[in-house]
């Protein structure tokens, strides 16, 4: 699962949707460009409700990666 924060997200607004996931056993991958953040979730995420993480300030959109069987 990717999600890609909105232009000029604040530091705030990142850290809520970081201890989110980490609260939920998740680890991350975060690589901030110039405008943007992107955070990559690492686990299973088949279980973590996209609508609940895009609905959290500072959050764009919510990319599913789909695995391959």
Not at 8 to 26: T, W
Request: hydrophobic share 40%; net charge negative; proline share 3%.
């Amino acid at each position: 699962m990717l999600i890609i924060t909105k232009r000029n997200a604040p530091d705030e607004a990142l850290d809520a949707v970081k201890e989110y996931l980490i609260r939920h056993g998740f680890d991350l991958h975060q690589s901030t460009g110039a405008n943007r953040t992107i955070i990559g979730v690492i686990g299973d995420t088949d279980a973590l409700d996209a609508k609940v993480i895009e609905a959290m300030p500072g959050v764009s959109q919510v990319v599913r990666i789909r695995k391959d069987d």
